[in-house]
């Protein structure tokens, strides 16, 4: 089975950093990029950050961008985001989710992210 | 910019729902998702490629469109349909966006 495991979440105070994790299983982890997304209390879907299957592409959404940093450990299957500078509009519910798309050559089409983890929630406040 | 109507949808099991996704610049089909999400669980792929179903969907599900309008139709709903649909596209900065949801309720 293909699945997703977020973990690290918790309470911190403004300013603060935290590190979450992604923990893969049921398919060959190195193939697939991963994503974060997070969702704030009562609000809809948020994109953060992309990492690609070797670590090469890395992207940012403007509003973490020098606050958060995601990396892989392909060898643990792991994915993790560290944030620093936290603020309590970062307070949310922080999923990763799998990449997938189909491919003919270098052309990518029919992007989608499946399947999404259970969501760890993060807590920023004094 | 993915802009989802209406923002709340008001159905009775039985009826047809049909949402609305409408983006500020055309975008390809291909990079056009739906999700389905209720409260308390992760979002759940439905629709990918504009139409395409996921893997399990029931086929009274369906999305269509193309440039910059795009719709989810369901057909028949059942009470498990009730929840939070959003769009989603890939773009080039930010990567992806989402749309800000419809809340699909009884």
């Known amino acids: 089975e293909v699945q997703l495991v977020e973990s690290g979440g918790g309470l911190v105070q403004p300013g603060g950093s935290l590190r979450l994790s992604c923990a893969a299983s049921?398919?060959?982890?190195?193939?697939?990029?991963i994503n974060w997304v997070r969702q704030a209390p009562g609000k809809g879907l948020e994109w953060l950050s992309f990492?690609?299957?070797?670590?090469?592409?890395?992207y940012y959404a403007d509003s973490v961008k020098g606050r958060f940093a995601i990396s892989r450990d392909n060898a643990k299957h792991s994915v993790h985001l560290q944030m620093d500078s936290l603020r309590a509009e970062d307070t949310a519910v922080y999923y990763c989710?799998?990449?997938?798309?189909?491919?003919?050559?270098?052309?990518?089409?029919?992007?989608?992210?499946?399947?999404w983890g259970q969501g760890t929630l993060v807590t920023v406040s004094s | 910019v993915l802009t989802q109507s209406p923002g709340t949808l008001s159905l009775s099991p039985g009826e047809r729902a049909t949402l609305s996704c409408r983006a500020s610049?055309?975008?390809?089909?291909?990079?056009l998702v739906w999700y389905q999400q209720k409260p308390g669980q992760a979002p759940r792929l439905l629709i990918y490629?504009?139409?395409t179903r996921a893997t399990g969907i029931p086929d009274r599900f369906s999305g269509s469109g193309s440039g910059t309008d795009f719709t989810l139709t369901i057909s028949r709903l059942e009470p498990e349909d009730f929840a939070m649909y959003y769009c989603?596209?890939?773009?080039?900065?930010?990567?992806?966006?989402f749309g800000q949801g419809t809340k699909l309720e009884i």
């Open positions: 990492i690609s299957g070797s670590s090469r592409h890395i």
């Open positions: 989710a799998r990449d997938v798309s189909d491919h003919i050559g270098d052309s990518y089409f029919n992007i989608r992210f499946d399947p």
């Open positions: 049921g398919f060959i982890f190195n193939d697939y990029a």
């Open positions: 989603q596209q890939k773009g080039t900065s930010p990567r992806y966006s």
């Open positions: 490629g504009a139409s």
């Open positions: 610049q055309s975008v390809s089909s291909s990079y």
